[in-house]
């Protein structure tokens, strides 16, 4: 066994293997097969279209005015993990952003105590977070074709590296030693202790890359909760309202729907008290047929201006 001599050289080897393989050719049946993969890996998940639409529905009539409500977001850096905060932010504007590497919060306090008095006077505050994880055109979880790439790469990068690290100590070729003290690569240093920490879960799975979000979203969750207790009461105003949504985000490849499974969902007040708990709610919201929607928004806008302008018109020997 060997100490990691370089833990950027173990990252860069891990996810160079097999980068650049598979079909990088969109069909419709590739884009059909993609789609129906999430929904059958992930059961639950929302396109971010509509994810971004069910919150607001949802939110608004329990105070979350979108023009007063700041979005807060936590995810990876990857450049795929931006249409879904594109989404968020066609509703709510722009974001305030907590996330690090993997989508962990590593803002931590400081990011949390400066967004807190961020939030507009007598508004609210969203915060998303969560890990990703890619669908290849080949089907294939853990990967995703990223533009300008003739096949597919390792998405998530980062969890992909903290699963090679946990598989490399537990089979006995490296030993675990974390040490977080340099600050270029502190954040990976974090996660590989993180995912040691269930690693008997990581590789009894029938399928490490698909448990791997679910236990990156479950140390992250972890990471909330802590910073919240930490932050609360005290670092938003009194009457802030505060909305957590976690889940984990599907990243697709080119035209395809980008997809969020929603894992949490709960209102808090400024004190850090749980109000309600909306996942349900969501995830129903977010079901619904989009289109019969737009069709009876725009039936009922028409209704409107036809009933406006029958009101308009003069009746004679009135
Ligand atoms: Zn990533």
Same mark, same amino acid.
């Given at each position: 066994m060997k100490k990691v001599e370089s833990l950027h050289t173990f990252?860069?080897?891990?996810? &160079?293997? /097999? +980068?650049? +393989? @598979?079909?990088? *050719?969109?069909? =419709? &049946?590739?884009?059909?097969?993609?789609m129906e993969i999430a929904k059958q890996t992930f059961p639950g998940c929302i396109t971010a279209h509509q994810l971004a639409r069910a919150m607001n529905v949802i939110l608004e009539p329990k105070g979350f005015d979108k023009d007063t409500t700041l979005l807060t977001t936590s995810f990876d850096c990857d450049e795929v993990c931006r249409d879904l905060e594109d989404e968020l932010r066609s509703v709510y504007g722009q974001n305030f952003s907590m996330g690090g590497?993997?989508?962990? =919060?590593?803002g931590g306090c400081t990011a949390f105590g400066a967004m807190g008095h961020h939030i507009p006077t007598s508004g609210q505050v969203?915060?998303?977070?969560? =890990? /990703?994880?890619? *669908?290849?055109?080949?089907?294939?979880?853990g990967k995703v074709n990223r533009r300008g790439h003739e096949g597919s790469g390792h998405c998530c990068d980062t969890a992909f590296t903290g699963l090679e690290?946990?598989?490399?100590?537990?089979g006995g070729s490296i030993i675990h030693s974390p040490d977080a003290s340099d600050p270029i690569d502190a954040q990976q240093v974090f996660i590989n202790s993180a995912l040691m920490? /269930?690693?008997?879960?990581?590789?009894?799975?029938?399928?490490?890359?698909?448990e791997l979000p679910h236990v990156m979203f479950d140390c992250q969750e972890a990471l909330f909760k802590r910073i919240m207790a930490k932050c609360l009461p005290g670092d938003? &105003?009194?009457?802030? !309202?505060?909305?957590?949504?976690? @889940?984990?985000?599907?990243?697709?490849? $080119?035209?395809? =729907?980008?997809?969020f499974l929603p894992k949490t969902f709960t209102t808090f007040d400024s004190s850090g008290k749980k109000e309600s708990d909306l $996942? %349900? %709610?969501?995830?129903?919201?977010? /079901? !619904?047929?989009? !289109?019969? *929607?737009?069709?009876?928004?725009?039936? !009922?806008?028409?209704?409107?201006? &036809?009933?406006?302008g029958l009101l308009n018109v003069p009746i004679e020997g009135l």
């Amino acid at each position: 066994m060997k100490k990691v001599e370089s833990l950027h050289t173990f990252a860069m080897n891990a996810v &160079a293997d /097999h +980068e650049d +393989e @598979g079909t990088a *050719i969109s069909t =419709p &049946a590739s884009v059909v097969g993609v789609m129906e993969i999430a929904k059958q890996t992930f059961p639950g998940c929302i396109t971010a279209h509509q994810l971004a639409r069910a919150m607001n529905v949802i939110l608004e009539p329990k105070g979350f005015d979108k023009d007063t409500t700041l979005l807060t977001t936590s995810f990876d850096c990857d450049e795929v993990c931006r249409d879904l905060e594109d989404e968020l932010r066609s509703v709510y504007g722009q974001n305030f952003s907590m996330g690090g590497i993997g989508g962990f =919060p590593f803002g931590g306090c400081t990011a949390f105590g400066a967004m807190g008095h961020h939030i507009p006077t007598s508004g609210q505050v969203v915060i998303v977070f969560g =890990p /990703h994880v890619g *669908i290849d055109f080949d089907g294939v979880i853990g990967k995703v074709n990223r533009r300008g790439h003739e096949g597919s790469g390792h998405c998530c990068d980062t969890a992909f590296t903290g699963l090679e690290y946990v598989k490399a100590v537990k089979g006995g070729s490296i030993i675990h030693s974390p040490d977080a003290s340099d600050p270029i690569d502190a954040q990976q240093v974090f996660i590989n202790s993180a995912l040691m920490d /269930h690693s008997d879960r990581l590789l009894s799975a029938s399928n490490s890359e698909v448990e791997l979000p679910h236990v990156m979203f479950d140390c992250q969750e972890a990471l909330f909760k802590r910073i919240m207790a930490k932050c609360l009461p005290g670092d938003v &105003a009194n009457g802030v !309202k505060i909305a957590l949504l976690g @889940g984990i985000q599907v990243n697709t490849p $080119l035209g395809t =729907p980008e997809y969020f499974l929603p894992k949490t969902f709960t209102t808090f007040d400024s004190s850090g008290k749980k109000e309600s708990d909306l $996942l %349900a %709610a969501l995830v129903d919201e977010g /079901h !619904k047929d989009i !289109k019969k *929607i737009l069709m009876q928004k725009r039936l !009922k806008e028409r209704t409107a201006r &036809a009933n406006a302008g029958l009101l308009n018109v003069p009746i004679e020997g009135l």
